[in-house]
């Protein structure tokens, strides 16, 4: 998948080998449902069987239902008759939305934050693969690339290999007003019946919140907010080297007021994005580069059991 490039080392760069693996540790995920948001022409779902059908429930014997599909074990339990019913399986759909702006490729615990976002992904695409949904990318802000949905491991796979190929293309200053991105993304959703959204918040514009809300009408949608330790709460007393396009600085911070100002600058954009996501009512999670992303991917995405 990554021709003639050595690994990442997990750090500053994505490791693909670390991502693929992160796949052994979702078990088997189940995804709770979601309803798809589009205008549909009648109200009543069909009770049928066959292949793409999922349970939907038992019920007592009626005349003229087929006798192939008795519900054995309930009716020795009962005494009565009863029969199984289904109902059409509609294939969820998953699109990631990964932020790849340059502000992405800083931290200064474990990981830059580019590296703990390519992991939420990986980990969202294994969690809709061992759910039997499809999962698909769009890259933003630095790098724009586009991943087709795909299912099963190959779709995992895939979409691991390309978080380790966007990650090794030159950083650009490029950027891109996350309103933008929200508008591209619902002409890209069409079947999607979830949205992740994953950023440091810094591309958070006034227009994001009216495109955000014409997405939720669309698509159930969480946002995960991953952040530095110094953007989320301030630092102890200390001079803190900080490099930048090679040239390289100490900042001195003594003072709490300097401290708490400090913090609050570098953290402006995931407060940004935290704000907007829960003033509209979507779930929103905000990690740093040290976090395990696994708890809040589940929770962002409705898991309902068998993980490990």
Same mark, same amino acid.
């Given at each position: 998948?990554?021709?003639?490039?050595?690994?990442?080392?997990?750090?500053?760069?994505?490791?693909?080998?670390?991502?693929?693996?992160?796949? +052994?540790?979702? /078990?088997?995920?189940?995804?709770?449902?979601?309803?798809?948001?589009?205008?549909?022409?009648?109200?009543?779902?069909?009770?049928?069987?066959?292949?793409?059908?999922?349970?939907?429930?038992?019920?007592?014997?009626?005349?003229?239902?087929?006798?192939?599909?008795?519900?054995?074990?309930?009716?020795?339990?009962?005494?009565?008759?009863? +029969?199984?019913?289904?109902?059409?399986?509609?294939?969820?759909?998953?699109?990631?939305?990964?932020?790849?702006?340059?502000?992405?490729?800083?931290? +200064?615990?474990?990981?830059?934050?580019?590296?703990?976002?390519?992991?939420?992904?990986?980990?969202?695409?294994?969690?809709?693969?061992?759910?039997?949904?499809?999962?698909?990318?769009? #890259?933003?802000?630095?790098?724009?690339?586009?991943?087709?949905?795909? /299912?099963?491991?190959?779709?995992?796979?895939?979409?691991?290999?390309?978080?380790?190929?966007?990650?090794?293309?030159?950083?650009?200053?490029?950027?891109?007003?996350?309103?933008?991105?929200?508008?591209?993304?619902?002409?890209?959703?069409?079947?999607?019946?979830?949205?992740?959204?994953?950023?440091?918040?810094?591309?958070?514009?006034?227009?994001?919140?009216?495109?955000?809300?014409?997405?939720?009408?669309?698509?159930?949608?969480?946002?995960?907010?991953?952040?530095?330790?110094?953007?989320?709460?301030?630092?102890?007393?200390?001079?803190?080297?900080?490099?930048?396009?090679?040239?390289?600085?100490?900042?001195?911070?003594?003072?709490?007021?300097?401290?708490?100002?400090?913090?609050?600058?570098?953290?402006?954009?995931?407060?940004?994005?935290?704000?907007?996501?829960? /003033?509209?009512?979507?779930?929103?999670?905000?990690?740093? +580069?040290?976090?395990?992303?696994?708890? #809040?991917?589940?929770?962002?995405? /409705?898991?309902?059991?068998?993980?490990?």
């Amino acid at each position: 998948m990554l021709p003639n490039r050595v690994d990442g080392d997990g750090r500053t760069q994505v490791s693909l080998a670390e991502l693929i693996a992160l796949g +052994t540790r979702v /078990g088997r995920a189940k995804l709770a449902a979601t309803e798809s948001r589009a205008a549909r022409g009648g109200s009543q779902s069909s009770r049928l069987f066959g292949r793409g059908m999922d349970y939907a429930e038992s019920r007592v014997y009626q005349a003229g239902d087929d006798v192939r599909r008795l519900d054995w074990r309930l009716t020795a339990r009962s005494g009565k008759l009863h +029969t199984k019913l289904f109902q059409e399986e509609r294939e969820g759909q998953l699109l990631i939305l990964l932020d790849t702006n340059a502000s992405l490729r800083f931290g +200064t615990r474990v990981r830059f934050k580019s590296v703990q976002v390519a992991r939420v992904a990986a980990i969202a695409a294994w969690l809709a693969m061992r759910a039997g949904e499809r999962v698909g990318m769009m #890259a933003f802000g630095g790098n724009d690339r586009l991943l087709r949905p795909q /299912g099963g491991a190959h779709g995992a796979l895939s979409a691991c290999g390309a978080l380790a190929e966007w990650d090794a293309l030159p950083a650009t200053d490029r950027s891109e007003p996350l309103s933008t991105v929200l508008l591209r993304a619902r002409r890209l959703q069409h079947g999607a019946s979830r949205v992740l959204l994953l950023s440091d918040g810094f591309s958070t514009d006034g227009e994001a919140r009216r495109h955000l809300l014409e997405l939720k009408a669309r698509a159930d949608i969480g946002v995960l907010v991953v952040a530095d330790a110094l953007e989320r709460e301030p630092p102890p007393p200390g001079r803190y080297p900080l490099e930048h396009d090679g040239e390289r600085r100490d900042v001195v911070l003594l003072g709490e007021r300097q401290r708490r100002e400090f913090q609050q600058m570098l953290g402006s954009g995931p407060a940004r994005l935290e704000a907007l996501a829960r /003033g509209v009512g979507v779930r929103c999670r905000v990690i740093d +580069t040290r976090d395990d992303p696994l708890p #809040a991917v589940s929770e962002l995405l /409705g898991v309902t059991g068998g993980r490990r």
